[in-house]
């Protein structure tokens, strides 16, 4: 079984017991936490719940394991015979998760019936 939910402006697609990393969540190293906005689950049997825009009563669990930042990046602006030159560096802060569980295999889309009449 396996979902894609949203999580800072991202789609992540998870399985249970898998390692993410997310953008930056306030929270403490163990805490646990719930994402509401599932977006599709797919099952074990080939089947997509698709949601719109979210699954009903959809929702991934995880546990934050680590709290870091990226490898340094460097930013270097320049402008030719101006003697203009500026470096930066930038270390994104990221939350590492371990994917505990997924609820809520939502229902298939309901289709409407067309009366006869």
Do not use: W
């Not at 190293?29 to 797919?42: D, M, Q, R």
């Amino acid at each position: 079984m396996y979902a894609v939910f949203a999580a800072g402006g991202k789609q992540h697609r998870v399985e249970v017991g898998s390692l993410i990393d997310v953008e930056k969540i306030e929270a403490s190293v163990g805490e646990e936490i719930t994402f509401p906005e599932v977006l599709a689950i797919g099952d074990d049997a080939g089947e997509i719940h698709v949601g719109q825009p979210h699954v009903p009563n959809g929702a991934v669990v995880g546990e934050i394991v680590e709290q870091g930042k990226e490898k340094k990046i460097v930013v270097f602006k320049s402008k030719r015979r101006k003697g203009y030159k500026r470096k930066l560096g930038h270390r994104q802060r990221f939350t590492r998760l371990k994917i505990t569980g997924i609820q809520g295999v939502g229902s298939p889309p309901d289709t409407e019936e067309e009366d006869g009449s």
